[in-house]
């Protein structure tokens, strides 16, 4: 997936199993989350590792997403990070 917003071909995610990566710069630096389904629409996501120099994220913060809806191969979401919320989208590549 990628970040539907961001003009950016660099920066992409894959999610596997329980395991949530985005990789930034074309994967030079990347955040890994373990993920906990809370139902089949929404997730915690924690991180795990990060390598992503200034960001306001660290190991073991996590953030909830919830998906809102899935339409034409694009995820709109809803994330909270730190009682902060906002909204996105993914576009869905294979």
């Not at 990628?2 to 950016?8: G, L, M, R, S, T």
């Not at 089949?40 to 390598?51: L, M, R, S, V």
């Not at 120099?53 to 809102?68: A, H, R």
Request: net charge neutral; hydrophobic share 35%.
């Amino acid at each position: 997936m990628q970040y539907f917003e961001i003009d950016n071909t660099t920066t992409y995610i894959i999610i596997k199993g329980p395991k949530f990566v985005e990789y930034i710069d074309g994967g030079k630096n990347y955040i890994k989350s373990d993920l906990e389904w809370i139902n089949e629409c929404e997730y915690k996501a924690t991180i795990t590792e990060i390598t992503v120099p200034n960001t306001p994220y660290k190991i073991g913060d996590f953030m909830t997403v919830k998906i809102d809806r899935i339409s034409n191969k694009i995820v709109y979401y809803t994330a909270t990070f730190q009682g902060f919320s906002f909204t996105g989208k993914f576009k869905i590549i294979t």
